[in-house]
């Protein structure tokens, strides 16, 4: 293989530590450390820096308050929509020169609608920098929105949903946010439907545009071939045209329900996939470093982790089981799936009501609890090996409020927690009464609570 | 609009850039060759305080015996299983509790097990990858425990997907004689089958340090490396290996076609495949030129697919073509397309196929293939902007046999691709019998 590879996938970036970060110039023997700065621009702008001149690449990461939670009922999609056809054709540019250039320039640049966010993600060659820089300006400032994008975008989404209809883990995701959070936004399709999708004119796209991309509510991360006296004077050319102030529709916090419930869908296929989820704890909680040590040892830490050890090294039962936690704006949850034959979904559900139940009685032992400090720490620089990564996580540590120090602070913050501390908190996290419980597929002698929402 | 942030900043001139990318993309592995026969690379890039560890065995799914489909694959989760000093279940755990973690993969043409580490690590984790490599022990009921993982595996990869079903199916329709014919993951009879003898032979034959590439890439030096190699793996004991079967393909009289219609497919997808040489196997001249024309007709929106199927016609929502040389055996130039929902796919099959035949009597313009060449080595220099895929790249191209000094030659060996050899090339694959289409249709849809 000669060519570049894709990078592995999976890194969740609310994990990451930066304080063992050392980028360095290639030439310098021993890596020194490397910090993250904060520039303001002249004109006031923001962005956290690092500054890391071993390659002629820099990425850029942003991040709009906006995103799939602000769509319109009926219009559900309109941000991923919007987003897609930024940049597709912006300025002087239609879609084809705009993508064009950006490929002569060795650029990639990626704007895509999460549930509260709107995220752009830019990387180019230092050589490219200034033509690659005026894109993503134009982008920002002056898309088209011209109707041949709209209608390849619109097409691109509708096919997407007709491929999502027939991927087992994908109706099982749907199902359970729908289930979970019953009139919310975050209940409804978040890539839309294929009525709400046909629905969605350009005037739609336009104003949400408008009122999500704004300074704001924006969040810069900056890594790579540039300095702090460099990038500020670009910061204000490349968001001159971005209006300042966005116009969000409140989205009121919300818990995800369902507690206790088994939904089934039936759908003929050889292995069942299960995805349960329950109330979590938020990012900025301050037990949140002892909760993502407990969620490490029940369910987080791949084959370190109790249910992989329980479901698939001494079962045989599947391939993978894993748990997570996720915060959003206006909610957090726990969240875990496993995939497994029909024959077995009953014993895997039992087994992960078991060992959550197990968990919050009993909290994790202190080998196990040292076990995952070492891993969460020591493994964190792993996660963020390339400037686009970086770029990202620094973004996130911003959207967190977690503060410029924080990756000096990180380690300690996951060290100081105790045996004691980590039962108390697995006990206030976990409660296997509290799961909701979907499943795709043709589980046997399982008994489902309630019948499964109407396809959409 | 263009360039008004540009004014202040340095952009090269065109001309420069590639000789410039191809300087700064270059890895510079460094190789040598222990006592026993093991490769050692070092491809250092001290930007992070870690590394990537590789061991790749010259042994992948082409190498399996007949009838004994995923064994090559089967393997690579026994490996897991312990050795005397490392008990069944602990390897993963013994990574993460030293800050690193770790994951394995089976290719058709080799098979890999890795750890990304903080540098300091390095020692444990060639102790313990050698210590597997010669120690392995799993019993017949940790056997059978994780015949019913990788038969779950197989279920979420391939049989709850219509898509993965039909491409499976294709490639079995396709190699009339070589086991690319086979699917690495094994075919689920064939896994219900598998037992430890199987395993057994398999590790016996093949993971020997002899057989074994060993990289390492991130902060790193060869002189740092090579002594922790030689009191790990130099302990192993070299044995001999047989040579590798030399599988080849008879010719093809007929285009093949498959047609695959399901109840569980709502967007339908058309592919089309040309048997194509590798930089191994066939005349291979033409694998660098096909690098090229892959992007001129596939990468891309100005690409020849996307042109005409997406932004001209609005036939469909994404079209593509691909192609990777890097195989032992033949590769596979492949184009495809999604259609629109308001398209019938045979329309579409039949645009994929106008684009084919426009190529291959017209060729494709010298600009076509500047503009390619020119991307492809710009996007060289992203490879070193990650701790594992250096390692890998340099890996897998040792693992099928290339000599190393070719990783640092793909811009260049890419360079020298002119119009007149990506024509003839497109002329060489592009013959009817040479083809086989696959569609993929929903159960009452339009097919053709």
């Known amino acids: 293989m000669l060519r570049p590879l894709a990078r ?36 006031g702008i923001e962005a956290w820096l690092l500054s890391d001149r071993s390659l002629p690449i820099l990425a850029v990461s942003m991040s709009f308050r906006g995103g799939d939670a602000q769509d319109a009922p009926g219009k559900e999609g309109t941000a991923d929509l919007m987003a897609q ?29 999460g549930r509260d966010s709107v995220e752009v993600s830019f990387r180019t060659l230092t050589r490219y920098r200034g033509d690659s820089l005026a894109l993503l300006r134009e982008a920002l400032a002056a898309p088209r929105f011209d109707a041949d994008a709209i209608d390849r975008a619109r097409e691109r989404q509708l096919s997407g949903l007709a491929r999502a209809q027939t991927s087992p883990g994908e109706i099982a995701r749907d199902v359970w946010w729908r289930v979970a959070f019953p009139n919310h936004a975050y209940g409804r399709p978040a890539a839309g439907t294929a009525a709400s999708v046909k629905a969605i004119g350009a005037d739609d796209l336009r104003a949400a545009w408008r009122a999500q991309v704004a300074r704001d509510t924006l969040k810069i991360g900056v890594v790579g071939d540039i300095d702090a006296a460099t990038l500020g004077p670009l ?152 400037t686009s990564r970086i770029a990202s996580f620094l973004v ?57 929402p109407d396809p959409q | 609009m263009r360039g008004l942030l540009g004014a202040a900043l340095v952009t090269a001139t065109l001309l420069s850039a590639p000789a410039k990318a191809a300087d700064e993309g270059r890895l510079a592995p460094e190789m040598v060759r222990l006592d026993n026969g093991l490769t050692l690379v070092v491809v250092a890039n001290p930007r992070m305080p870690a590394v990537a560890h590789f061991v790749f065995y010259k042994a992948g799914s082409i190498d399996e015996p007949s009838g004994k489909s995923g064994i090559a694959h089967f393997l690579e989760h026994l490996m897991f299983k312990g050795t005397p000093t490392v008990p069944d279940g602990a390897y993963s755990r013994v990574i993460a ?184 196997t066939g005349e291979t001249e033409h694998a660098y030129p096909l690098e090229v024309l892959a992007t001129i007709m596939g990468s891309g929106v100005s690409s020849r697919l996307n042109r005409a199927l997406v932004l001209d016609h609005s036939l469909a929502v994404s079209a593509g073509a691909g192609y990777d040389s890097a195989q032992i055996g033949p590769a596979t130039f492949n184009v495809f397309a999604t259609p629109r929902q308001d398209v019938p796919p045979a329309a579409v099959e039949a645009a994929l196929g106008a684009e084919i035949e426009r190529v291959r009597k017209d060729g494709v313009s010298e600009a076509e293939v500047a503009r390619a060449v020119r991307r492809i080595q710009d996007s060289t220099i992203y490879a070193k902007d990650s701790l594992s895929g250096p390692a890998r790249i340099v890996g897998s191209t040792l693992a099928i046999g290339l000599p190393v000094e070719e990783v640092d030659a793909w811009p260049q060996r890419i360079g020298a691709v002119d119009v007149a050899a990506v024509n003839a090339a497109a002329r060489f694959i592009f013959r009817e019998e040479n083809a086989i289409t696959s569609v993929l249709l929903p159960k009452g849809g339009k097919g053709s």
């Open chain 1, 396 to 452: 996130a540590i911003q959207r967190d409020g977690l503060g410029i120090d924080y990756m000096e602070k990180r380690a300690e913050r996951f060290r100081r927690v105790t045996p004691a501390e980590a039962r108390r908190v697995a006990a206030r996290l976990l409660d296997p009464t509290k799961l909701l419980f979907v499943v795709v597929g043709e589980p046997e002698s399982l008994n489902p609570t309630r019948p499964p």
């Open chain 2, 97 to 280: 509790r030293n800050g690193g973690r770790d994951n394995a993969f089976t290719t058709y043409d080799y098979t890999g097990y890795y750890q990304l580490v903080p540098a300091e690590k390095l020692p444990l984790v060639m102790e313990m990858e050698a210590d597997r490599m010669a120690n392995l022990a799993f019993t017949e009921p940790q056997l059978e425990s994780e015949r019913r993982v990788v038969l779950e595996e197989r279920f979420s990869r391939t049989d709850n997907s219509p898509a993965a079903l039909l491409r499976e199916q294709t490639r079995a329709a396709f190699f009339l004689n070589h086991p690319y014919r086979l699917p690495v993951i094994g075919w689920e009879h064939e896994i219900r089958g598998l037992g430890y003898a199987d395993a057994r032979a398999f590790y016996e034959r093949w993971y020997a340090p002899n057989n074994a590439i060993v990289v390492v890439g991130g902060a790193v030096t060869m002189a740092t490396a090579r002594p922790i190699a030689e009191r790990t793996y130099g302990r192993i004991a070299a044995r001999p290996v047989p040579p590798r079967k030399v599988n080849s393909e008879p010719p093809r009289v007929s285009e093949t076609r498959l047609e695959m219609t399901s109840d569980r497919v709502r967007q339908p997808y058309v592919s089309r495949a040309y048997m194509a040489p590798s930089i191994i």
């Open chain 1, 235 to 386: 910061l204000d050319a490349l968001l001159a045209g971005v209006p300042a102030k966005a116009a969000l529709r409140p989205v009121p916090d919300v818990v995800a329900a369902g507690a206790g419930d088994v939904v089934v869908v039936r759908r003929r296929q050889s292995q069942s996939v299960v995805v349960f989820g329950a109330p979590g704890l938020r990012r900025q909680d301050p037990d949140y470093e002892a909760a993502h040590l407990v969620n490490y040892v029940l369910g987080g830490g791949g084959f370190s982790a109790r249910l992989m050890r329980e479901v698939r090294e001494r079962g045989g039962l599947a391939y993978s089981v894993s748990t997570g936690l996720g915060t959003l704006e206006s909610t957090a949850i726990l969240q875990g799936n496993v995939a497994t034959a029909n024959g077995a979904v009953a014993q895997s559900i039992a087994l992960v009501r078991q060992e959550l139940g197990r968990m919050a009685a009993e909290g994790p032992t202190e080998d196990e609890l040292a076990d995952a400090k070492v891993a969460v720490v020591d493994s964190f620089p792993l996660n963020l090996d390339s």
């Open chain 1, 8 to 43: 592995p996938t999976g890194a969740v970036l609310a994990l990451l530590w930066l304080a063992f970060l050392c980028l360095a110039a290639a030439a310098v023997a021993a890596p020194a450390r490397a910090a993250v700065e904060r520039v303001v621009s002249p004109g």
């Open chain 1, 85 to 113: 056809v930024m940049t597709e054709g912006a300025g002087e540019l239609d879609a084809e020169a705009f993508r064009a250039r950006l490929e002569d320039l060795a650029t990639s640049l990626s704007v895509s609608a």
